[in-house]
C-alpha cells in the first residue's frame, strides 16, 4: 500500500467509526482509561472500549455483549473474554479468524435456556494471518452455549475468533500491504492482509518474519526472510516516526544483500502504518543496512491515446507521440494495445481481432489469430499473453522470440473471461471471469522458471462477484484493480483491492476500455463514440475522437 493510501483508508476508517458507531457508544458505566498520547505506538489508536457484563444478565444479553466486544482488540480481546466461563476462556482463540456480516442482517434466537444462535449472512472472512476472503453468500447460524458461574450468565462454548458487522470491522480493522519481492527481486508485491489497527507494527513485523506469502501467491514471490532469523522480543517499539526492530545475533551471518533486501520489505511493509524508517538491532546494537533500491511499478500519469491516427501520450489537446509506433501501428487497425515498461514493444488487437507484437523499430509480428481473442497483455519479461473469451483454459504467452507457451489449465473452473491483465510487478494476472453462473474477478499467481518464461498459474483466487458481465480491467497500483461490468443497461466502475474491499460508481454508458493511473480515482474510460472520460468529482470528457486507449506497464528505467 502507498503511504498515500494508507492514510486515505486510516481517515476513512476513522469517519465511519464515527458515523457507524455512534450507536453502539455506551451511555453508561464505568470509565474506560486508555493510553496517553505519548504511549501510543506509531499514529494515535481510536480503537473501541467496549462494556463488559452486567450483573444478572440474560443469556441473549451475554451473547449480544461479546458480540459487540468483538470491536475491542485491546489485550486479546481481554473485554470479549468476560463474557466466557473461567473454563472456557483458557480455550477461546480470538485471533483464529473473523466472520465479517453485512449491516442489518443478522437474527438471534434461543433454542433453549442455555442456548443462543446468532445468525448472519457473511460478507468476508479473515484468517489467522490477516487475509480477506469474500463469502460465498447464504445466512450461517453461529451457536452459543451457556452455563451458570457464581449465578451469572456466561458463555461455556462457541467458535474460535470474533464477529463484526462490516461498518464496524472497516473501525477496528485495518489494511496493511506485507511486501515481497518477484522471483527476480526486482520488484517490492503487496499481500494484502487486515490486522487490528492496534499496535499495527508489531503486528505486520511479526506476519513478515515469522509468516509466509498468501497461499495463492507464495509460489509466485520471493522474501528475505526464510527462517533464519528471528525476533528477539515480541514487540516492536517505535520511536518518532522509526520502529525498532530486535534480531536475534545469526543475522551477522547473512549476506548484506539479503540484510538489504530484509530491510526494503520492512520498511515497505510498515509505511502503511505510518512508520518513517526502520531499524534494525541486535540487542542495543543497530546494524548497519541500505534497504535494497527496487522498481517502481508507477506509469506516466497522462493517458496513452491512438486519436486521429497519433499514437501518444495526451497532454491537453495534443498528443505526444511514442517515437517509431505511429509507423508501425499505420495500417494495422489496433483495437486494443498495452505497452511495456519500456516503451519498446507493444501487444496488439487488432479490430479483426488477431495479436500482434510489434516494436518501436517498426517491426511487427502476428501471433495468434485464434477467435474471440481477448485484449492482449505483455509482461515484465517481454512475454505477450492471449486467452479466447470462450476458452479461458486455453492462454498461451509467446515469448520476445516468438516461441508459443501453453500455460497449463489457465482459469480453471472458468466457462468464459472477457478480459485478462498482468500486474505490473509481473508477479499476478486477473481476470474477468464468469464461473458457476457468476461473474467475478479472478487473480491467480505467475508461476516462472528460473529465466522468467511462464509455466503455470497457480490457484485462482475470487477477488470479488460482480453484479453483471465483465466489459475490462486494468492495475491502478500494485494491490488495487479497476474494473468495469454491465449491470442492467448500466456501465459500473469498480476499484477492489486485492484481499480487502470494493468501491462502485457509475460510469458513461458505452464503456468500452479502461486504464489505470497510479492511484485510486485516477482510471481513464473510453466509450464506443470515442469519448475519452476522467473522474473529477463526476465523470468529464477530457478528449474525444481517441480510438484506442491503451494500457501502461509501467515508466522507462
Given at each position: 500500500?502507498?503511504?498515500r493510501r494508507?492514510l486515505a483508508t486510516?481517515?476513512?476508517?476513522i469517519?465511519?467509526?464515527?458515523?457507524?458507531?455512534?450507536a453502539?457508544?455506551?451511555?453508561?458505566?464505568?470509565?474506560?482509561?486508555?493510553k496517553?498520547?505519548d504511549?501510543?505506538e506509531?499514529p494515535?489508536d481510536?480503537s473501541y472500549?467496549?462494556d463488559g457484563?452486567?450483573e444478572d444478565?440474560t443469556?441473549?444479553?451475554?451473547?449480544e455483549?461479546?458480540?459487540?466486544a468483538?470491536?475491542g482488540?485491546r489485550?486479546?480481546?481481554?473485554?470479549?473474554?468476560?463474557f466466557l466461563?473461567?473454563?472456557?476462556?483458557q480455550?477461546?482463540q480470538p485471533q483464529?479468524?473473523?466472520t465479517v456480516y453485512r449491516?442489518?442482517?443478522?437474527?438471534?434466537?434461543?433454542p433453549s435456556?442455555d442456548e443462543i444462535?446468532?445468525?448472519?449472512?457473511?460478507v468476508?472472512?479473515?484468517?489467522a494471518a490477516?487475509?480477506?476472503e469474500?463469502?460465498?453468500?447464504?445466512r450461517?447460524?453461529i451457536?452459543?452455549?451457556?452455563a451458570?458461574?457464581r449465578?451469572q450468565w456466561r458463555i461455556?462454548?462457541?467458535p474460535?475468533g470474533i464477529?463484526?458487522?462490516?461498518?464496524?470491522?472497516g473501525s477496528?480493522f485495518?489494511?496493511?500491504?506485507l511486501?515481497?519481492f518477484?522471483?527476480?527481486?526486482?520488484?517490492?508485491?503487496?499481500?494484502?492482509?487486515w490486522?487490528?489497527?492496534?499496535n499495527?507494527?508489531?503486528r505486520i513485523?511479526a506476519a513478515?518474519?515469522s509468516?509466509?506469502p498468501?497461499p495463492?501467491l507464495a509460489g509466485?514471490?520471493?522474501?528475505?526472510?526464510?527462517g533464519e532469523?528471528?525476533?528477539?522480543?515480541?514487540s516492536v517499539?517505535?520511536?518518532?516516526?522509526i520502529?525498532?526492530i530486535s534480531?536475534?545475533?545469526s543475522?551477522?551471518?547473512?549476506?548484506r544483500?539479503?540484510?538489504?533486501r530484509?530491510?526494503?520489505?520492512?520498511?515497505a511493509s510498515?509505511?502503511?502504518?505510518g512508520?518513517l524508517?526502520?531499524?534494525?538491532?541486535v540487542?542495543d546494537?543497530?546494524?548497519d543496512?541500505t534497504a535494497?533500491t527496487?522498481?517502481?511499478t508507477?506509469?506516466?500519469?497522462?493517458?496513452?491515446?491512438?486519436?486521429?491516427?497519433t499514437f501518444g501520450f495526451l497532454s491537453?489537446?495534443?498528443?505526444?507521440?511514442?517515437?517509431?509506433f505511429?509507423?508501425?501501428?499505420?495500417?494495422l487497425?489496433?483495437?486494443?494495445?498495452e505497452?511495456d515498461?519500456?516503451r519498446?514493444?507493444a501487444?496488439?488487437?487488432?479490430?479483426p481481432g488477431?495479436v500482434y507484437?510489434v516494436?518501436?523499430d517498426?517491426?511487427?509480428?502476428g501471433?495468434?489469430t485464434?477467435?474471440?481473442?481477448t485484449a492482449?497483455t505483455?509482461?515484465t519479461?517481454?512475454y505477450?499473453w492471449?486467452v479466447?473469451?470462450?476458452?479461458?483454459?486455453a492462454?498461451?504467452?509467446y515469448g520476445?522470440?516468438?516461441?508459443?507457451?501453453n500455460?497449463?489449465?489457465?482459469w480453471v473452473?472458468a466457462s468464459?473471461v472477457t478480459?485478462m491483465?498482468?500486474?505490473?510487478?509481473?508477479a499476478?494476472?486477473?481476470?474477468?471471469?464468469r464461473a458457476?453462473?457468476?461473474?467475478?474477478?479472478?487473480?491467480a499467481?505467475i508461476?516462472r522458471d528460473?529465466?522468467?518464461m511462464?509455466t503455470s498459474?497457480?490457484q485462482?483466487q475470487v477477488v470479488a462477484?460482480?453484479?453483471?458481465?465483465?466489459?475490462?480491467?486494468?492495475?491502478i497500483d500494485g494491490?488495487?484493480?479497476a474494473?468495469?461490468?454491465?449491470?442492467g443497461?448500466q456501465?459500473i466502475?469498480?476499484?477492489q483491492?486485492?484481499?480487502g474491499?470494493g468501491t462502485?460508481?457509475?460510469?458513461?454508458d458505452g464503456?468500452i476500455?479502461?486504464?489505470g493511473?497510479?492511484?485510486?480515482?485516477?482510471?481513464r474510460l473510453l466509450?464506443?463514440?470515442?469519448?475519452?472520460y476522467?473522474?473529477?468529482?463526476?465523470w468529464?470528457?477530457?478528449?474525444?475522437?481517441?480510438?484506442?486507449?491503451?494500457?501502461?506497464?509501467?515508466?522507462?528505467?
Open positions: 500500500m502507498t503511504v494508507a486510516s481517515v476513512a476508517a469517519l465511519v467509526f464515527v458515523l457507524t458507531a455512534c453502539g457508544l455506551p451511555t453508561g458505566g464505568p470509565v474506560h482509561v486508555g496517553a498520547i504511549e501510543v506509531g494515535p481510536f472500549v467496549p457484563p452486567v444478565a443469556p441473549q444479553q451475554i451473547v455483549g461479546f458480540i459487540a468483538g470491536s482488540p489485550g486479546n480481546w481481554e473485554v470479549a473474554q468476560e466461563t473461567t473454563q472456557f476462556r480455550k477461546w483464529a479468524n473473523v449491516p442489518g442482517e443478522s437474527a438471534i434466537s434461543a435456556d444462535v446468532f445468525t448472519v449472512e457473511p468476508a472472512t479473515v484468517d490477516g487475509s480477506y469474500p463469502a460465498e453468500g447464504g450461517i447460524p451457536t452459543f452455549s451457556l451458570k458461574e449465578g461455556a462454548q462457541a474460535d464477529v463484526l458487522d462490516a461498518n464496524r470491522f477496528v485495518q489494511s496493511y500491504d511486501s515481497y518477484d522471483r527476480a527481486w526486482r520488484t517490492l508485491v503487496p499481500d494484502v492482509r490486522f487490528p489497527s492496534t499495527p507494527a508489531t513485523t513478515l518474519v509468516g509466509s498468501s495463492w509466485s514471490v520471493r522474501t528475505a526472510f526464510t532469523v528471528t525476533l528477539t522480543q515480541p517499539p517505535v520511536e518518532s516516526g520502529a525498532q534480531f536475534d545475533p543475522i551477522r551471518d547473512l549476506s544483500e539479503t540484510l538489504a530484509m530491510k526494503a520489505q520492512l520498511e510498515l509505511a502503511g502504518a512508520i524508517d526502520v531499524q534494525m538491532l540487542g546494537e543497530p546494524l543496512v535494497r527496487t522498481r517502481s508507477a506509469v506516466d500519469v497522462r493517458p496513452l491515446v491512438l486519436q486521429n491516427g491537453g489537446s495534443d498528443v505526444e507521440d511514442v517515437p517509431g505511429a509507423k508501425a501501428l499505420d495500417g487497425e489496433p483495437q486494443a494495445v505497452m515498461a519500456a519498446t514493444t501487444a496488439v488487437r487488432t479490430r488477431a507484437r516494436t518501436a517498426g517491426t511487427r509480428v501471433l495468434d485464434r477467435a474471440r481473442l492482449p505483455i509482461d519479461y517481454g505477450i492471449t479466447p473469451r470462450d476458452k479461458p483454459g492462454i498461451v504467452a520476445p522470440d516468438g516461441n508459443a507457451q500455460i497449463p489449465s489457465g473452473g468464459e478480459a491483465r498482468v500486474s505490473r510487478d509481473g499476478r494476472v486477473a481476470a474477468l471471469v458457476g453462473g457468476q461473474s467475478a474477478l479472478w487473480v499467481g508461476i528460473e529465466n522468467g511462464p498459474l497457480g485462482p462477484t460482480l453484479g453483471g458481465p465483465g466489459v475490462d480491467l486494468t492495475w494491490a488495487t484493480l474494473l468495469v461490468f454491465v449491470d443497461k456501465r466502475v469498480r476499484e483491492t486485492i484481499g474491499l462502485e460508481v457509475r460510469g458513461p464503456i476500455a479502461i486504464a493511473g497510479n492511484q485510486n480515482g485516477s482510471v466509450t464506443d463514440d470515442g469519448s475519452l476522467v473522474q473529477r468529482g463526476s468529464q470528457v477530457l478528449a474525444s475522437d481517441v480510438s484506442v486507449l491503451a494500457v501502461q506497464q509501467g515508466l522507462p528505467g
